[in-house]
């Protein structure tokens, strides 16, 4: 026996070995063609990416040709290197980085040496091309806007880093990839499939033909097209509206959570991103600290809602029967809730649910707070009740939408207030700043938005999105998911009467349209600010969310204009112009659109930074791509009581 084992131990492994090795020759050539670098040229055939529409079948986004120099630096031989730097107007010390980064890539394989050469420049060097041994042109596409808006939610196209291609394979380096907006969370949609094509040389290193008769050469897939939920004629006109101004303007369709505009302010072209320039201008868009161009307010600001709040306040008082509509309290301009603490308030008399609403009364809703904390044994049991209840209203989380960026805001809990007064008790007196959206609550203005389309839904929403359709494809099933929140529907009709009534007897008069009911809430945030260590207050935000028709309502809007002062002043009428465009397609307040277009918070802006701080704090070089003339640098921390009730 042991005789034999090892004759059949080695006749055993011997077959093993014939088979591994006539499959790796025989069948499985695709590896042939990956060993035999040396004799194999892989050249890529790049698609153009797919097209972007608006939910009307507006085209927003297309392609143009862009020609790349690539390099492959071992075949780069007797190069006249002031020849070539002369013709593509680049230094010889550039050139010699471009090199160096190029074999440390890889000496064998193509990169790019010189992207996004124009027409003029691509004809120029393609005349002399077989003077310069090593280098080729490379056809991509880049993009190309049909409209000068949306740059936040469009994104832009730039080349693969290091870090990606380790992570990618598909990636190499010189390809493009879509970064921020839906360039980048549709970036595998959109880019489409590259082709290969395997090219065999001599030994003298020419190209003698496809590699085994084109047999693993592939095709280049274009990318799908895809149209986007927003209105491009809304978006635009929120984009006009917002000039001059910053903050962020959020509309949702409330029955499908569709995002029908999301401006942010300021913004810029998203065509200077397009081309040789694209790194210098994206840059300096970088590097303005004090506009933040590139910083989307829609998503990613955080700030304390203000009155709108009011409108959870109540909802979650109805739904603990802690009050009904009837419910009444007493307001003297304030409410006084502990010695010497007082909340002010525009308001005076006898306030029940629906004049609270419009007359928006801090001691109504300081009472209804209090109320639904105190129903509870311990205020920490209460708080998480009430927590719990907005959870279901998306606060305190991310939302789940389909951008790349976001923030999820800040939803205060039993844990919040243990940790803020640690060895010693707290109440809801401790927190009633809550109440009217001044206490540690932070909001997004989308979740803002998306606040008042679950109002406009009474008690549901769809996870607010981008995206409408994809070309032969479904759209994610979760932005077809219902979602119910804690609040029984019957609680959010006597809410939506007072909303309705604050255009029409309440913090918004005069900013109705005729023809179209419109429930709304107005706000302001006190709003401070540091500097040079120092807490400074600043001009007051203005804030507006509304919805309409009452009945049957097809848009819910989020506006916030910071430094606004109240929020009839700049966010309402911002709200009910876009509300009035989006539903009827023109504008009859004139009166309106000629205060907001016209109007400007610049000075307003600019009149905190005083010498000898304002060489810190203002950027006298500004680039001029942006929608905003002197911009100034401003940190917001906005922790503080709502005196004017609005």
Known sequence: MRKVLLPTI????????????????????????????????????????????????????????????????????????????????????????????????????????????????????????????????????????????????????????????????????????????????????????????????????????????????TIAVQGKDINLTIDVDLQKYGEELMINKRGGIVAIDPKTGEILALVTAPSYDPAILV?????????KLYHDSIAKPLYDRGLLAEYTPGSPFKILTGLVGLQERVIDENTSFVCHHGFSYARGRFMKCHDSGVSVLHNGFYNSCNTYFANVYMRTINKYVKPSDGVDVWSNHLKSFGLGQFMGYDLPTGKKGNLPTSKTYKKMYPGWGWDSKTIVSNAIGQGEVLMTPIQLANMIAIVANRGYYYTPHIIKKIK??????????????????????????????????????????????????????????????????????????AFAPKDNPKIAIAVFVENGYWGKRWAGPITSLMIEKYIKRKITRKDLEKRMLEGSLQAEYNKYIANPIRDTLINTNTTTIVKEKLPIKKETEIKSTDTTGN
């Open 275 to 283: 081309g040789r320039q694209r790194s210098k201008n994206y840059t």
């Open 472 to 545: 032969g494809l479904q759209i994610d099933k979760k932005f077809r998911t219902k979602h119910v929140t804690t609040v029984d529907k019957k609680y959010f009709e006597p809410v939506i009467s007072g909303l309705f009534d604050v255009y029409n007897l309440g913090t918004a008069r005069g900013l109705n349209v005729e023809g179209i009911d419109i429930c709304g809430k107005t706000g302001t945030a006190e709003n401070y600010t540091k500097i040079n260590g120092k807490r400074v207050k600043l001009q007051d935000h203005s804030i507006f969310v």
């Open 10 to 217: 080695i006749f055993i492994a011997t077959i093993l070995l014939v088979i591994r090795l006539f499959y790796l020759q025989v069948i499985d050539n695709t590896l042939l063609a990956k060993s035999d670098n040396n004799a194999i040229k892989i050249k890529y055939d790049y698609p153009e990416r797919g097209y972007i529409y608006d939910r009307n079948g507006k085209l927003l986004v297309a392609n143009q040709p862009s020609y790349d120099i690539m390099v492959i630096p071992r075949d780069v031989k007797n190069l006249d290197t002031t020849e070539f730097c002369s013709l593509l107007k680049i230094t010889k010390e550039d050139f010699l980085k471009k090199i160096a980064k190029a074999k440390v890539y890889s000496p064998r394989l193509p990169s790019v040496f010189l992207a996004q050469l124009n027409k003029k420049e691509y004809a120029a060097f393609q005349e002399v091309q077989r003077k310069f041994k090593g280098f080729y042109i490379q056809k991509r596409s880049l993009r190309d806007y049909q409209v000068s808006v949306g740059a936040n939610i469009f994104g832009f196209i730039t080349q693969v880093n290091d870090k990606i291609i380790k992570k990618n394979k598909y990636y190499n380096s010189g390809d493009l990839i879509g970064r921020q907006g839906v360039e980048e969370s549709y970036e595998d949609i959109l880019r489409g499939v590259k082709g290969v094509k395997y090219i065999q040389k001599d030994k003298y290193n020419r190209d003698i033909g496809s590699y085994k008769e084109g047999k693993f050469d």
